[in-house]
């Protein structure tokens, strides 16, 4: 298992510093021996995950292979696929849908609209999830004690002079979310960008991700976003937990973090 957590960490070494990595390169970055890294990169070079040229590594394409048998096991992409492309093309603007994994969001479903923005966003990308709007309310989901306990070892930095770094003022923040079901975030991963996100959560109540939509500032203000994008984003996540098998129970309200 040691040797497991070697190759993963040597994988990962790959998305933190670039395309092409030497050993000392990789070693550095994944904490390990200089030959435990020249080991683990054989071993992923025999098995087609790596190649080597000139003294540098680098993945091959073989490596999508592992991200998407969590793709192919997971639902949720799937069914939400069409409800994204539907939401993108009545909104003009990008929805995905995100999961939560330790501090940060992972996307596993998205659709994109023609926009430019600073950050560029797929399936399997990561943010922060202290000041994403998914991220709230995936955070939000927990119990008092869970938030407190994820709360107390996270690290807020400021991103833009919007970015929430208090944690009481955060703490505050997630209690808001989860009493109104959503989360809007103005500006605070990039200037520009708002988002607003809804929770998808099983027939118990337990949130299982978040489906949001992205758009400029210029284009969307808060209120439209809470009046008009917020209401849609709820139909959204319904049909998503319909496909499911998830449906809310009668009377309550979508949307509702339980």
């Known amino acids: 298992m040691l040797s497991l957590a070697r190759g993963l960490a040597a994988i990962r070494a790959f998305g933190d510093a670039g395309s092409q990595l030497s050993v000392a390169d990789v070693a550095r970055l994944a904490g390990l021996s200089r030959a435990s890294a020249r080991r683990c990169l054989h071993t992923l070079s025999v098995l087609g995950y790596a190649a080597a040229s000139g003294g540098r590594y680098e993945l091959t394409p073989s490596i999508l292979t592992l991200g998407q048998a969590y793709l192919s096991s997971t639902t949720i992409a799937r069914v939400a696929q069409p409800v994204l492309e539907r939401v993108s093309d009545q909104l003009h603007e990008s929805s995905s849908v ?7 969001i992972v996307y596993v479903a998205r659709a994109s609209a023609r926009r430019i923005l600073t950050i560029s966003l797929d399936v399997g990308s990561r943010l922060p999830a202290a000041c994403t709007s998914m991220g709230r309310v995936l955070l939000a989901a927990a119990d008092a004690d869970g938030r407190a306990h994820v709360l107390k070892r996270m690290k807020l930095p400021r991103y833009t002079a919007r970015t929430i ?10 209690e808001a979310v989860r009493a109104q079901g959503y989360a809007i975030v103005d500006q605070e991963l990039e200037l520009g960008l708002r988002s607003c996100a809804v929770p998808i959560a099983r027939h118990d109540g337990t949130v299982v991700a978040a ?11 808060v209120a439209t976003l809470r009046r008009e994008v917020v209401p849609l984003l709820r139909q959204a996540a319904d049909e998503i937990s319909a496909a499911l098998g998830t449906p809310r129970e009668p ?8």
């Open 98 to 104: 995100a999961v939560l994994d330790g501090e940060e």
């Open 165 to 174: 770094t208090d944690k009481p003022a955060l703490a505050a923040e997630l």
């Open 211 to 221: 489906l949001n939509v992205g758009a400029h500032a210029a284009r969307a203000d």
């Open 251 to 258: 009377g309550e309200p979508a949307g509702r973090i339980v």
